[in-house]
């Protein structure tokens, strides 16, 4: 069984920065896409950030371009979510998710980890 797990959500102030892990157990992760959604109440899922984990491509949702940048660690399964320029709108649970296309589209995801609350008030 696959598992990931997710952690480094908590409380930031506006223009702050926080980094998100989430460690792939139960299979080593070699190829597909490992994305980062959030949600936010009332809102839906939205597509935050996706890595192709062979090829370490990269692609951002409009809302977060510039100011989020996505990596992995292949040795340590885990891939990161490093969060700079915080805004009060980026307040959500922080989802991530690995799956065997590369896409923005959270339904084509397989594994999804628990969620991290993420929130940025001053």
């Known amino acids: 069984q696959v598992q990931l797990v997710e952690s480094g959500g908590g409380l930031v102030q506006p223009g702050g920065s926080l980094r998100l892990s989430c460690v792939v157990s139960g299979r080593t992760f070699s190829s597909g896409a490992m994305g980062w959604f959030r949600q936010a109440p009332g809102k839906g899922r939205e597509f935050v950030a996706l890595i192709n984990w062979s090829s370490g491509t990269v692609s951002y949702g409009d809302s977060v371009w510039g100011r989020f940048r996505i990596s992995r660690d292949n040795a340590k399964n885990t891939g990161y979510l490093q969060m700079n320029s915080l805004k009060t709108e980026d307040t959500g649970v922080y989802y991530c998710?690995?799956?065997?296309?590369?896409?923005?589209?959270?339904?084509?995801?397989?594994?999804w980890g628990q969620g991290t609350q993420v929130t940025v008030s001053s």
């Open positions: 998710a690995a799956g065997s296309t590369v896409t923005g589209d959270p339904t084509y995801y397989q594994f």
